[in-house]
């Protein structure tokens, strides 16, 4: 059987260390999150009307400059890369913040950047660019959020109204359904992939007359999804035919990549508060830590969040440096981030004891973000068998050797 | 092969030109001295063993040894530059797989704690391989708990009598010299009572008996000493300070396991999925999940050991090698009990149990069954995957130490 060109391509390893910029950032992120994010206060929001912290938002995309990472110089952005906002990422995830960072300033943003390439000709779409970019707006991707990089787009939202087409402003109107949408209730423009011909992505005022946002009672708190009714809503076009396919898989791609470094954040924190409890707290006169039951499974914690920063780190370098091996890491990086995580937070419940039980503990709000971002951008189980073809491990039944 | 940065050279982290305040040799510096000694020692026509103490004597041996002892003080990370030149000479090495307990963990324990006259005896030959070394450290009642070893080095004149047994021992059948922890103190808590030697293996009261393992083959010896003597001139460490010396031996065993860069799909993977490829009718829906979570899981390690190599590289040596072992040995049984399980119906033959001798585990030449038993010894050699893993949670994770019912008790009184 031919050799895929997946096992033969990364020939040399990339940088996966963090450089002293990206420390930098993660200290300026990190000191605004445990200021801001508090257990106790992401707790607190997650039963009140208001989910998503926007003044967080605000300090974390406008002040600091997170949503602009992706974004080049020219449109208004950082010109970073996936590594530094993989950075963020893994920041965002370590407190459960209740921020769109991942929905606005890395899916959105990437799905607009890879419909419109790196000099959007339409002044519309710079213009939406660079207010993403400047924290001004936040945009949220309009479909599920278990979407997966290498699935087809949903096709329940309908093209009414005017021809798809025209540029000029609700010269194109939507209608339809869209369930189970991140980061879309704090969102100030839906990006909507629409069936019509041709099949289109649609730029939508998520404060228009006809969008209604209905908040879904979601496994996690920290990240409320939505379902997402329009009725003739105005739209403009974005991208359409295979271009706006492409560009719905590129935000998939990059969300998936970069909840994966969310989901290392997440991890680490987890590993982190267990290892303090079982020091402080004592049973049978010692410290439940000096238990070998204990330590062994916070030694293989350990070892499994070494191994998922590497996995995390090489997809946001493939990503960074657009590595033709960007889809084998990104699939490996999802699907070994997503089940790491998973671990570390059914340890921290586990660990914690009775405690770890408990409504005031935080402890299950990383166990439910963990396991919602284990199945969003495609189940762990989903990336492994997309990953399959990329290498040459076809599965059973699929007949020869060749 | 020794990959980590650990200091081979006295002064932790700094070479000995760097120490001296002298300019080490560059990258220029050994190509040319390579040249030169291949222009006075032609390959093609100098015996082997002639070749390669000139080598030594040259300081190319292992350029990052001090000048004298078969190195020049270099940076470690220029010996793949002279290697690489021999090698494009076709000049003969020195089957370094052969002597590997003596290069990985004699010679830098030699170099640490060895005076300059047992460092000008002993390192030569070992580089060369006219002496082969084993390490003579487990005992039967004496495993992950090495400190309560029960091995007697007993004062005799000028020197010292040992009697003991002592086991696992690679290359023991072959060795000419080993290195050896005994008790010479039973007064004293454990760990304060042994000392370091370099034993005669051809001494007499040295027996040496093959040990089978679950393989059929026989990698390992048994080793009897009854009365075996050693002058005290080959003593390595002070009296009671064989604890501490033998600490670092076995740093620089764990630094050897965990290995150097492959290519994706290099080691024990390789096998698993070229099965998987080229026998299409035994793969299962279950058996695919299983091969995708094990390439995954291997390509994750490589990746893992890559950074640690860059974090190495830029000197921030990481509590992230500590993993490296324990993920080593998982992986190889995981995937070798794959590949027995693809195998299906041949999965229940066996290549051969022929009783061997071979100089160290052959994974790659023999069938999924001989990978599958012999990777059970990966999370047992070298530091159990129990006690690696107590080392990762007290070391890098600080949780609290075992209680120890053995501390401040003389050795002779702990109970057994």
């Known amino acids: 059987m031919e050799r895929p060109a997946a096992l033969t391509e990364p020939a040399e390893i990339p940088d996966l260390l963090y450089s002293q910029a990206e420390n930098d950032l993660r200290q300026a992120v990190r000191s605004l999150l445990s200021e801001r994010a508090q257990p106790s206060a992401v707790l607190a929001r997650t039963e009140t009307d208001e989910p998503y912290d926007t003044q967080l938002w605000r300090a974390l995309a406008a002040d600091m400059g997170c949503a602009g990472l992706l974004v080049p110089e020219a449109l208004g952005g950082a010109g970073a890369s996936y590594r530094e906002a993989a950075v963020v990422a893994e920041e965002t995830g370590r407190s459960v913040a209740p921020v769109p960072y991942l929905g606005s300033a890395v899916v959105a943003t990437a799905v607009l950047l890879a419909a419109t390439g790196p000099e959007p000709g339409k002044e519309a779409d710079r213009k939406l660019i660079a207010s993403l970019a400047d924290g001004t707006v936040t945009a949220a991707l309009a479909v599920a959020f278990e979407s997966a990089p290498d699935g087809d787009p949903p096709l329940s939202v309908r093209v009414t109204g005017s021809a798809p087409g025209d540029d000029a402003a609700g010269s194109a109107r939507l209608t339809g359904a869209a369930a189970r949408l991140a980061d879309a209730l704090p969102a100030d423009v839906l990006l909507v992939p629409a069936d019509g011909v041709p099949y289109g992505l649609y730029a939508v005022d998520a404060h228009a007359a006809g969008v209604t946002r209905t908040p879904a009672v979601s496994l996690d708190g920290t990240r409320q999804l939505c379902d997402l009714t329009l009725d003739a809503v105005p739209a403009r076009q974005i991208a359409a035919g295979p271009a706006a396919v492409a560009a719905v898989r590129a935000g998939l791609s990059a969300g998936a990549a970069m909840l994966a470094a969310e989901q290392l954040g997440l991890a680490e924190r987890c590993l982190e508060m267990t290892v303090a409890y079982v020091k402080q707290r004592r049973q049978f006169a010692r410290p439940v830590g000096s238990f070998q039951a204990v330590k062994h499974r916070l030694a293989d914690l350990f070892v499994l969040v070494t191994q998922a920063r590497a996995a995390s780190r090489y997809a946001a370098a493939c990503l960074a440096d657009g590595s033709p091996d960007a889809p084998v890491a990104v699939a490996m990086a999802k699907s070994y981030c997503g089940d790491a995580a998973v671990r570390a937070a059914e340890e921290c419940v586990q660990l914690h004891g009775g405690i770890g039980f408990t409504w005031e503990h935080p402890a299950h709000l990383y166990l439910k973000r963990a396991k919602s971002g284990s199945i969003a951008f495609g189940t762990p189980d989903r990336h492994r068998a997309a990953m399959a073809g990329l290498v040459g491990l076809p599965g059973a039944g699929t007949g020869t050797s060749a | ?416």
């Not at chain 2, 084993?134 to 009697?163: H, I, K, M, N």
């Not at chain 2, 021992?169 to 007064?187: G, K, M």
């Not at chain 2, 010396?245 to 740093?251: E, F, G, K, S």
């Open chain 2, 1 to 416: 092969m020794l990959t980590g940065k650990e200091g081979l050279t006295g002064k932790e982290g700094l070479t000995e030109a760097e120490a001296a305040g002298t300019q080490a040799p560059g990258p220029d510096d050994i190509r040319r001295r390579v040249a030169d000694l291949l222009a006075a020692h032609d390959p093609a026509t100098t015996p082997r063993l002639d070749f390669l103490r000139a080598r030594f004597d040259a300081g190319l041996a292992w350029v990052h040894f001090p000048a004298g002892l078969g190195g020049l003080g270099a940076p470690r990370t220029l010996q793949p530059v002279a290697d690489a030149a021999f090698a494009a000479a076709g000049a003969p090495d020195n089957n370094p797989r052969r002597i590997g307990i003596g290069l990985g963990m004699a010679a830098p324990t030699i170099l640490a704690f060895g005076t300059p006259e047992q460092q000008q005896r002993w390192l030569r030959p070992l580089w060369t391989g006219e002496e082969v070394w084993c390490q003579l450290f487990s005992e039967p009642g004496a495993g992950s708990d090495l400190a309560g070893l029960a091995t007697r080095a007993v004062r005799d004149g000028d020197g010292w009598r040992v009697t003991g047994q002592k086991v696992w021992t690679s290359s023991a059948h072959e060795a000419r010299r080993a290195i050896l922890v005994a008790r010479t103190d039973p007064d004293v808590p454990k760990h304060a009572g042994l000392s370091y030697f370099a034993l005669d293996m051809t001494a007499h009261g040295v027996e040496v008996r093959p040990l089978r393992q679950i393989t059929g083959e026989a990698e390992f010896n048994e080793v009897f000493l009854t009365d075996a003597p050693i002058p005290d001139a080959d003593r390595i460490g002070a009296v009671g300070d064989g604890w501490r010396v033998a600490q670092a031996t076995l740093m620089n065993e764990r630094v050897a396991i965990g290995g150097g860069s492959l290519p994706r799909e290099g080691g024990m993977i390789a096998g698993a999925a070229a099965a998987w490829r080229d026998r299409p009718e035994l793969r299962t829906p279950g058996l695919h999940d299983r091969m995708l979570r094990l390439w995954v899981d291997a390509e994750v390690a490589r990746l893992a050991g890559a950074r640690l190599r860059q974090q190495l590289a830029v000197g921030q040596p990481g509590p992230e090698g500590s993993a490296a072992k324990i993920v080593f040995a998982r992986l190889n049984q995981d995937i070798s009990s794959f590949e027995v399980d693809l195998a299906g119906g041949e999965g229940l033959g066996y290549d051969d149990w022929t009783m061997r001798r071979p100089q160290s585990a052959n994974f790659y030449g023999r069938g999924p069954g001989y990978r599958y038993l012999r990777a059970r010894g990966n999370s047992i050699e070298g530091g159990t995957s129990e006690i690696l893993r107590n080392i990762v949670a007290e070391r890098v994770l600080g949780l609290p130490p075992e209680i120890r019912v053995d501390k401040d008790i003389p050795w002779k009184d702990l109970p057994r």
